[in-house]
């Protein structure tokens, strides 16, 4: 979940709501990469979920880091709720997942080296409280009651909400975890092919990352539930945005389709102002019954674009939002994966190619499938896995084509960065196929086995 925005002053002419967006826009040489991944954190002995306060806690992590490792703390009233350090955050999700939001960096080699040094970090603090983590899409077994809500005013506002306008959200904010990456674009014809790519595309990452095949204890029958729980939590705000592969999409048709989605707060003076369900049209009127005669800052509009879900969402960057979280090799590869496929204009080309004969209704099967069966899907012919193999191909070549080396030179560009998903396609196997095998097989239905096997 985002932290509070900095957009900047009062918004006086409607056209700054486009002109927001269109202020992301760089030139190629300053495109830069931000990986963001969430894992679950839980006590060694118990198997229990970490609390937010006591000596073993979420707490206690981020004093850790803190204290060890040179992090600044972020304090929302007296409670301490994330970490800053060298253009990265460390925050926490609703459930105290523990997301890295990582620095804006130039290659993956340099991405993969600041997730790599944040998990030991995590690893060395967590080890003396007697705590692990692990990167799953969901809590495999860890009930509502038992992952008590992060002291955040933005959580306690959703949370409540969110059982009002869908039959999942409060599973997505306590229990569930993801890895993503943001990435920019140079003007608005570049965010519009992305985007498009991005969105149609989509549903080969969830297959590919698919990794929370069990819920509450059991086999939930989704290789990604986590998925299944987006596409449940609230239809104003979620899914597969259609509407931006017609004629004409562009910074402001985001712009007014955000604008309709229901508010959920104002932020202002380290306060959540309740404003569930308002209107942000209605307060650039001054007429949010939250604050009357009160109008907007870009703040509060950069706020507001932060509670827009869907499987790709325009900021002033492009976040790609599609995969479980899951094992330390593959966060590095969820990158690598778009990377190479909109950062090289050919690979993005191709990747439009591949997708663009696709209607609405196929996308939007596409996703349904990739949650349900992962790799094995199929859709009016298209096989997910041929289908998976395709687009890994049009990465490598991307990635080929950046040709950013790596380890002082010795490692020629990032392509070996996508070896696990060509793993997956060579196996058939996803991470979920991975676990259930295990589960069906020398875990002998125990899905407790997966914390000891699967820590980080």
């Given at each position: 979940m985002s932290i509070p925005q900095s957009g900047g002053g009062p918004i006086t002419d409607h056209a700054q709501l486009a002109g927001y967006l269109a202020d992301g826009c760089k030139p190629k040489a300053d495109w830069r990469i931000?990986?963001?991944?969430?894992?679950?954190?839980?006590?060694?002995?118990t198997l229990r979920p970490l609390p937010y306060?006591?000596?073993?806690?979420?707490?206690?992590?981020?004093?850790?880091?803190?204290?060890e490792f040179g992090w600044a703390a972020v304090n929302e009233g007296d409670n301490i709720v994330g970490l800053e350090k060298d253009g990265a955050n460390v925050s926490l999700e609703p459930g105290g997942q523990l997301e890295l939001s990582g620095a804006?960096?130039?290659?993956?080699?340099?991405?993969?080296?600041e997730v790599n040094e944040h998990l030991k970090q995590v690893q060395t603090v967590a080890d003396r409280l007697g705590a692990k983590f692990i990167g799953l899409g969901a809590a495999p077994e860890w009930t509502h009651e038992q992952m008590p809500l992060m002291p955040k005013g933005r959580y306690k506002l959703m949370d409540a909400y969110m059982g009002t306008v869908g039959t999942h959200g409060t599973q997505m904010m306590r229990r569930t975890c993801t890895v993503q990456v943001n990435l920019d674009f140079s003007s608005e014809a570049d965010m519009v092919q992305k985007m498009r790519v991005a969105v149609a595309l989509q549903p080969v990452a969830t297959a590919l990352f698919a990794n929370s095949p069990f819920f509450e204890g059991k086999v939930n029958g989704h290789k990604s539930w986590r998925s299944r729980v987006w596409r449940g939590l609230d239809d104003a705000r979620?899914?597969?945005?259609?509407f931006i592969f017609d004629e004409g999409f562009g910074f402001e048709a985001w712009a007014e389709w955000v604008l309709d989605v229901p508010m959920y707060f104002v932020y202002r003076d380290g306060e959540y102002i309740d404003a569930l369900g308002q209107s942000f049209r209605d307060f650039l009127k001054g007429e949010l019954p939250a604050l009357p005669g009160e109008t907007p800052t870009l703040s509060d509009w950069a706020d507001h674009l932060t509670t827009v879900f869907p499987e790709a969402r325009v900021k002033k960057f492009i976040e790609?939002?599609?995969?479980?979280?899951?094992p330390w090799r593959r966060l590095c590869a969820l990158p690598a994966f778009w990377v190479g496929l909109t950062y090289d204009q050919s690979a993005l080309d191709a990747a439009w190619d591949l997708a663009k004969g696709w209607?609405?209704?196929?996308?939007?099967?596409?996703l349904v499938a990739s949650s349900e069966q992962g790799l094995h899907a199929e859709v009016g012919g298209?096989?997910?896995?041929?289908?998976?193999?395709?687009?890994v191909d049009i990465a490598e070549a991307g990635l080929k084509a950046r040709a950013m080396p790596g380890a002082g030179g010795l490692v020629p560009d990032e392509t070996h960065f996508l070896n696990a998903l060509k793993d997956?396609?060579?196996?058939?196997?996803?991470?979920?196929?991975?676990?259930?095998?295990?589960?069906?097989?020398?875990?002998?239905?125990?899905?407790?086995?997966?914390?000891?096997?699967y820590k980080y």
């Open positions: 931000g990986t963001e991944h969430e894992k679950f954190g839980f006590c060694e002995d306060d006591g000596p073993r806690s979420i707490k206690a992590i981020l004093e850790g880091l803190r204290d804006p960096l130039e290659t993956i080699h340099e991405t993969c080296d979620t899914g597969m945005i259609p790609m939002r599609g995969a479980d979280g899951g209607d609405a209704e196929t996308r939007q099967a596409l298209l096989k997910m896995i041929d289908l998976a193999r395709e687009v997956s396609i060579a196996s058939g196997e996803a991470p979920a196929d991975e676990l259930l095998r295990h589960y069906h097989g020398d875990w002998n239905g125990d899905i407790s086995r997966i914390y000891d096997a």
